[in-house]
């Protein structure tokens, strides 16, 4: 996934002087104006937005993403301005990928990897890159978000019925297994391997023992992060809580979780974890975090 191009910033710049965004058409409308700065799109935007709803469908989440086709990017994109989350799409790339894989879930994977990219706390909003309290990731750090996108990826099509052939062919398809090192995406084989992760989780059976249920530590971790969305962050702790119990160096769950306890008012709890999570290697806001938590 790219993250910020160098044209976005003039973008930006025009949009922070605009009027607030309002409603969902506006923040469509935007969308549009998004595709053309990003430069150089499923079959149909019907069957994308399908799609996008069988796999929040998983994770119980509601659909709060502008989803749009994109001529002017290369393949997929996530992205965050002012608090809304983007995924484009250029519609030309997922008709190959389908062509040469012969398979639906190939596009349903590139889609459930950017979908993974904002979930796990990718795409930092690009006003905080403006104004300098975010610093851009390094190449290692990029390849390990891929990584976790790549993860949860194979954890929603492994729950929703897709084989591990099915689940890997896409990235099969547009990775190789080149050296790595100056690239901002893993190779082939790693990524396989994280694929593999998430659908080895996703087929784990829901054990009930002596009446107590005994989840993963993602299934608790997307528990969560459905809660939050309806604004219940009690439950929402709970539910990152138990995701840590189960993986304790899981920074993602640090930082959602230190999320729902600012919006509960205790900015020292919510510092707690999210200085945390920089502890476990989540650097892409640690600039950021480090000027609110003093």
């Known amino acids: 996934m790219k993250r ?18 309002r409603s969902y058409v506006d923040n469509t409308k935007d969308a549009e104006k998004l595709c053309k700065i990003l430069g150089k799109s499923f079959v149909t935007e019907t069957e994308a937005i399908e799609s996008l709803d069988k796999i929040l469908s998983v994770i119980g989440a509601s659909r709060r993403f502008i989803l749009k086709p994109c001529d002017n990017i290369d393949n997929a994109m996530a992205i965050s301005l002012k ?25 349903m994977s590139i889609l459930a990897h950017e979908i993974g990219h904002h979930i796990n706390g990718h795409t930092i909003d690009a006003i905080l890159y403006i104004n300098e309290l975010v610093e851009e990731e390094t190449l290692a750090a990029s390849r390990k978000m891929e990584l976790e996108a790549d993860e949860f990826a ?23 297994d080149d050296d790595d090192s100056y690239s901002t995406h893993p190779s082939k084989s790693k990524r396989i391997d994280a694929i593999k992760k998430g659908y080895n989780n996703a087929l784990k059976n829901v054990v009930s023992y002596k009446n107590t249920t005994i989840k993963t530590a993602e299934e608790y971790f997307y528990s969560g992060y459905k809660k939050a969305e309806k604004k219940d962050y009690y439950s929402a702790i709970n539910d990152y809580t138990n995701a840590i119990k189960i993986k304790p160096n899981f920074p993602q769950a640090y930082i959602n979780r230190g999320i729902s306890k600012e919006n509960l008012g205790d900015i020292n709890g919510a510092c707690i974890d999210w200085k945390k999570a920089v502890s476990l290697g989540n650097n892409l806001a640690k600039k950021w975090i480090l000027s609110q938590c003093k």
């Open 154 to 176: 194979g954890f929603v099509l492994g729950k929703l019925g897709a084989t591990l052939s099915e689940a890997t062919k896409a990235i099969s398809l547009v990775s190789s």
């Open 4 to 21: 910020l191009l160098i044209s976005i910033f003039f973008f930006i710049n025009f949009y922070v002087k605009s009027q607030e965004l």
């Open 83 to 107: 608090g809304i989350r983007y995924i484009f799409y250029n519609q030309d790339f997922m008709k190959a990928i389908n062509e040469k894989t012969g398979s639906y879930w190939s596009n």
